[in-house]
């Protein structure tokens, strides 16, 4: 059984950092693309940050951009995301997600499997 499970959510004030990991069990992702996308009340789920299977091509969207890091340990089938600088506006539930293709791509539909999701609430 696939599973990807993410943690490392939380409450953290205005300023502050999270670590997010996502670790994936019953196959191997390491040629997927891996992506952390997040979702808040009412809105869509928006893709924050995608790797590709060597960690040398990513993508970032523009609210990300130069406050979150993405990464991958292919040796333990894990990807991460590192926030810091964290807003209010970033509060939502974050889910890590697997593509079978060799580049990021941000749209959901690309991403056949999911994890729970993690929840992040930054408060003012």
């Known amino acids: 059984q696939v599973r990807l499970v993410e943690s490392g959510g939380g409450l953290v004030q205005a300023g502050g950092s999270l670590r997010l990991s996502c670790a994936a069990s019953?196959?191997?992702?390491?040629?997927?693309?891996l992506a952390w996308f997040r979702q808040a009340p009412g809105k869509e789920r928006e893709c924050v940050a995608a790797?590709?299977?060597?960690?040398?091509?990513?993508y970032y969207a523009d609210s990300a951009k130069g406050r979150f890091t993405i990464s991958r340990d292919n040796a333990k089938n894990t990807v991460y995301l590192q926030m810091n600088s964290l807003k209010p506006e970033d509060t939502a539930v974050y889910y890590c997600g697997a593509d079978a293709s060799s580049f990021p791509r941000s749209l959901a539909r690309y991403y056949g499997y999911w994890g729970q999701g993690t929840r992040v609430t930054v408060s003012s």
């Open positions: 790797v590709n299977w060597s960690g040398r091509n990513t």
């Open positions: 019953g196959r191997t992702f390491s040629t997927y693309t």
